[in-house]
């Protein structure tokens, strides 16, 4: 495990990435509300989010992959919802503690390998993890208990999708061609980058 | 009003003050801590109606959302607890539930406003760092990139239209251009980090800016919560 302390260029990187993936974040909470508003009617508005979910962990995943170092995907997520409560995020510093589990969901399988495998296996199993932690967290703050269990099944389900495909597989994807490109050598000359 | 309280102070209230939401099941408590993240929004000089009102259509949109869901997908165990509890809930459960659901749902983003639109982004990092022990280099990386969010839009519209002009089509969510900006982005990180150290940025930099916290501070951490927790006690 690298337990080299995270450098000034760790930090501006996990930023400039969040930044990035702000677009990204902006573009789904554009596609979430207007499919939510459409399934309101129906009483489905609650899963309108659903399908992009995996999105928001996406920077994490990346920044944990180029980095290689303990807490980067908590921090990343943190920073990420520090600057977007700055851009003006309607659920303010709540969003603050939902990027802390998000990361943690999302470094949990890391820290496990001691952030030596970087496979599909286990890009993948941080794409549950995120999904079980962030459910439970989510079950709590829009209060899952009072809600049909088809509908809560129907979020779970629709959001390990979004998250085994954002997650799991594009950001592993594009993690994989930033290694091929020389990223990883660029930024961890001498590391071992498997 | 809000606008004077100490970032760090505001962030600490406000977040335990969600959290006791997460724990506040009745309508009425939720419309009047809605009722004060408004009044929060309303007395502060960083915002203006219009602003609000752009914010409030979306909370709106999302709160109905909930409301629905509440309604006519509602759990029929917490219909029952919630008839054995209130006489009126035993007239409309479902419709209760909802109202209860989407109150919740209106709480929560009221306050998220509150402190999203009347914090300065200097000042909550300012105040991160000297409250709140955060690392010179995180506070200033955040600010950093939050100075770049306009050049970095800008270069991902360019890395768009550079696969355009190649015939290229890009649709929404496609990693081309994100790949590209993920390889600038090293770049940055880089050369910005070598900018700031050759400067003399360190851990030991000094802050011309410096954030106290007086007392009103520590009422409004404390004061906060304690009311939610007063208002769960007088509706339950």
């Given at each position: 495990m690298n337990r080299e302390k995270l450098t000034l260029r760790d930090y501006l990187l996990m930023a400039l990435i969040s930044v990035v993936f702000g677009?990204?974040?902006?573009?789904?909470?554009?596609?979430?509300?207007?499919?939510?508003?459409?399934?309101t009617p129906f009483g489905l508005g609650v899963l309108g989010y659903e399908p992009f979910y995996g999105v928001w962990f996406m920077a994490a995943i990346i920044t944990t992959y180029l980095i290689r170092k303990p807490v980067v995907g908590i921090i990343t997520e943190v920073?990420?919802?520090?600057?977007?409560?700055?851009?003006?995020?309607m659920f303010?510093?709540?969003?603050?503690?939902?990027?802390?589990?998000q990361g943690l969901g999302v470094e949990l399988p890391f820290a496990f390998t001691?952030?030596?495998?970087?496979?599909?296996?286990?890009?993948?199993?941080?794409?549950?993890?995120?999904?079980?932690?962030?459910?439970?967290?989510?079950?709590?703050?829009?209060n899952y208990l009072a809600m049909d269990w088809r509908i809560v099944a129907a979020i779970f389900v629709i959001r390990l999708l979004s998250s085994l495909f954002f997650t799991g597989y594009l950001s592993k994807r594009i993690c994989d061609k930033l290694d091929e490109a020389g990223i990883l050598t660029y930024l961890n000359p001498g590391g071992a980058n498997e | 009003m809000i606008d004077a309280i100490n970032p760090t102070a505001k962030t600490i209230g406000l977040l335990v003050g969600s959290i006791l939401l997460g724990v506040t099941f009745q309508w009425q408590t939720n419309v009047l801590l809605a009722l004060i993240g408004f009044l929060f929004l309303l007395t502060s000089n960083r915002t203006s109606l219009n602003q609000l009102a752009r914010f409030l259509l979306p909370i709106l949109l999302i709160s109905a959302s909930y409301f629905f869901t509440g309604w006519l997908f509602h759990s029929e165990e917490n219909l029952l607890s919630m008839a054995v509890d209130t006489m009126t809930a035993a007239e409309n459960p479902a419709l209760l539930n909802g109202v209860t659901l989407s109150t919740r749902l209106l709480a929560f983003a009221m306050l998220g406003l509150s402190f999203s639109l009347t914090t300065d982004s200097n000042e909550l990092v300012y105040s991160f760092i000297q409250q709140a022990k955060m690392p010179m280099k995180m506070g200033y990386a955040i600010l950093t990139a939050l100075n770049l969010t306009s050049l970095i839009s800008q270069e991902y519209k360019k890395s768009k239209l550079a696969l355009q002009v190649r015939n290229l089509p890009v649709r929404p969510f496609d990693t081309k251009p994100l790949f590209t900006m993920m390889v600038r982005m090293v770049r940055w990180s880089d050369r910005l980090s070598l900018?700031?150290?050759?400067?003399?940025?360190?851990?030991?930099?000094?802050?011309?800016?410096?954030?106290?916290v007086r007392p009103q501070d520590i009422v409004f951490m404390i004061g906060f919560p304690l009311a939610i927790v007063g208002l769960n006690l007088l509706f339950s």
């Open positions: 677009v990204f974040y902006l573009l789904a909470v554009y596609a979430g509300t207007a499919l939510s508003t459409l399934l920073i990420a919802a520090l600057i977007e409560v700055m851009l003006g995020n303010g510093v709540i969003v603050m503690l939902s990027a802390f589990i001691k952030y030596e495998k970087y496979s599909y296996k286990v890009t993948m199993t941080a794409a549950v993890s995120a999904t079980v932690v962030t459910f439970l967290w989510t079950g709590f703050r829009s | 900018a700031m150290e050759s400067k003399g940025f360190s851990e030991q930099r000094t802050m011309k800016q410096q954030m106290k």
